[in-house]
């Protein structure tokens, strides 16, 4: 079945740092895939989003490209704000039938300012 | 607010008991879906419906489980004889029929069984 993994956190950083967070996926056929985030407090909100092979989703700095190669979707931001900190989750969904969300276990990310 | 709203926030129960939860989605999607999300993990899919017909089930969703989406609007979920392994964060999502689905999500509901 489909199946996401991701990067173990926590992750720690200082402010205006490089960050990265590695997301590899296994699927059959051809998925959407998408980060989301969950402020603290708050429910899970769409970060973006690619929905076929070589596409880049961005949204508020962040990036990731879909690697149909690689089967990844890495996250990464070249500058980070405390405002930021949060847990992001890595998904995947079918783009047919129930197209159910299929999460990874999420990283924590903490910025220090 | 046009958001999905899911209510009660929190819920408190003693093992045994019967709960009750309830999701209003955006107005126009018609599909809505249920997650579980226990801590430090996460969400996973229970169930899923488009207008008021339940068309996937979990196998998360044991038998104690059952969900229902009467007019194709709002959904409860109700747990019977409410276990400790069942508390967990129950999260409700909508969405347009699309082949992107990009689902909203609402704040969820944290359900503790003592």
């Known amino acids: 079945g489909n199946s996401v993994t991701q990067m173990e956190g926590p992750v720690t950083l200082s402010e205006e740092a490089f960050l990265t967070i590695n997301c590899t996926y296994t699927?059959?056929?051809?998925?959407?895939l998408f980060w989301y985030v969950q402020y603290p407090g708050e429910g899970l909100q769409l970060l973006l989003k690619?929905?076929?092979?070589?596409d880049k989703g961005s949204n508020k700095g962040f990036e990731a490209t879909y690697r149909k190669e690689t089967t990844s979707f890495h996250l990464e931001k070249g500058s980070v704000q405390v405002s930021d900190s949060a847990v992001y989750f890595c998904a995947l969904s079918d783009q047919r039938g129930a197209q159910k969300l299929v999460f990874g276990q999420g990283t924590r990310l903490t910025i220090n300012p | 607010d046009t958001g999905v709203s899911q209510d009660p926030r929190h819920k408190i129960t003693k093992r045994g008991q019967n709960v009750t939860f309830r999701c209003d989605p955006i107005s126009e999607h018609n599909r809505l879906y249920w997650y579980r999300q226990t801590l430090g993990q996460g969400p996973e899919f229970l169930t899923y419906?488009?207008?008021?017909?339940?068309?996937?089930k979990s196998r998360l969703l044991s038998d104690r489980f059952s969900a229902e989406r009467p007019k194709g609007s709002f959904s409860t979920l109700e747990i019977q004889r409410t276990e400790q392994g069942d508390s967990a964060m129950y999260l409700c999502?909508?969405?347009?029929?699309?082949?992107?689905?990009?689902?909203?999500f609402g704040p969820g509901t944290r359900l503790t069984v003592l």
């Open positions: 419906f488009q207008n008021e017909a339940q068309l996937e």
């Open positions: 999502a909508s969405s347009l029929l699309s082949s992107y689905n990009e689902q909203f």
């Open positions: 690619a929905t076929k092979a070589d």
């Open positions: 699927a059959t056929g051809y998925p959407s």
